[in-house]
């Protein structure tokens, strides 16, 4: 039973222009979400997060939104730029312990 | 990142034998926890501390256990090696709610 799910293994962008990263989840309880992002034999590296209270989040070229009726969160990357291309990931929690989370992650390709 | 050290960064082991995996911190976080990453399932927790000699269980922790004697450290034991151990395992830290987590660069276990 996956809590948190990005469905797109994968997306293909054109550098300058928009990416935008899905992410859904079913637990009602959460009320944190991060993205992180991930290079080949490297640790994620956290990115942006936003809590339940808000309901968008903006960080230089990275702004997440979040829709809480629909249980869905994006993460937008404007302009897309070459060291963008990485895995990113979608986590959330709603533990006291601060338990997160993870999706599957969607690898985002930035071309030239 | 410098805060957070994983030792070894490559290993690999044979089927039944024991194996311990170091994380060590100089942040002096509250939380860590050990994930393994494999493909198709993002990242997934095998076990956390919230203090020393606090740990729990995560959602893989079948085969695994760990111990925190010292803030700074936390190991990962896998009793006796199995092949499906075979993985990427990264160690994170964190302050707790509001922080994001910092990861080490990971350890990669080959199990034959």
């Known amino acids: 039973d996956q809590q948190v799910k990005q469905n797109s293994p994968s997306l293909s962008v054109q550098e300058g222009r928009i990416s935008i990263l899905n992410c859904d989840y079913t637990?009602?309880?959460?009320?944190?979400f991060l993205w992180y992002k991930k290079y080949p034999a490297e640790g994620p590296t956290f990115l942006i997060s936003?809590?339940?209270i808000k309901d968008k989040n903006e960080d230089g070229r990275f702004t997440v939104f979040l829709n809480k009726s629909a249980k869905h969160l994006s993460l937008h990357i404007v302009p897309s730029q070459p060291g963008d291309s990485a895995v990113y990931f979608c986590a959330a929690t709603g533990d006291s312990n601060y338990q997160l989370i993870w999706g599957a992650g969607t690898k985002l390709i930035i071309k030239p | 990142d410098a805060g957070i050290t994983q030792s070894p960064r490559h290993k690999v082991t044979e089927t039944g034998t024991p194996v311990t995996l170091r994380c060590h911190q100089t942040?002096?976080?509250?939380?860590m926890y050990w994930y393994r990453q494999d493909p198709g399932h993002g990242l997934r927790l095998i076990h956390y501390s919230y203090g020393v000699k606090d740990t729990d269980k995560g959602e893989v922790s079948d085969g695994y256990s760990v111990s925190r004697s010292k803030t700074e450290d936390f190991l990962l034991t896998l009793e006796s090696a199995t092949s499906s151990q075979t993985s990427v395992y990264f160690c994170a830290i964190s302050e707790g709610r509001g922080h994001g987590y910092t990861f080490g660069s990971g350890t990669r276990l080959t199990v034959v």
């Open positions: 936003i809590s339940s």
């Open positions: 942040e002096n976080h509250r939380y």
């Open positions: 637990n009602s309880m959460f009320d944190y």
